[in-house]
């Protein structure tokens, strides 16, 4: 395995956990807050600032003329998480976050498959063969055991 791909590897196993962390931090945030949309709010507002922070440290800019001409739904990505947190803040503890979080993976994992098969967003399509197929319904009876006492 190169380099380049460990490093990936690692970082994506790194931000696993930080969503796992996540969903109950921004639940205790959201009784304290009032709401789980107040503390999505919260949990953004943190998050600019601590990107802020690095882009400035790095010396990082935007390319006007390429930000100028993205489509619209390039600018969305934002809303997403958005969703993500405030549901996370209101699921987790009536879900647990284990069930929230397999659920939610089940739904990145479906949204994936069929995001592979079109082509979305200029990648590269991607058949949908038995082992996806597999893999997908893995994921939900992993979902249904997780929540047997």
Known sequence: ????MAAAIAAAFVAGTLVALQ???NALLSRAVGSPVNAAFVSFLVG????AVVALGLGVRPNVAEVRSLPWYAWIGGLYGAVFVAVAAFAAPRMGITFFLI?????????AVYLDKVGA???????IGLGRIAGLFLVIAGAWLVQQK
Not at 1 to 4: Q, T
Not at 103 to 111: F, K, T
């Open 48 to 51: 600019v600032l601590a990107l």
């Open 1 to 4: 395995m190169n380099p380049a």
């Open 23 to 25: 969903a109950p931090t």
């Open 103 to 111: 659920v939610g993976i089940g739904g990145q994992l479906a949204m």
């Open 121 to 127: 967003f200029g990648l590269a399509p991607q058949e």
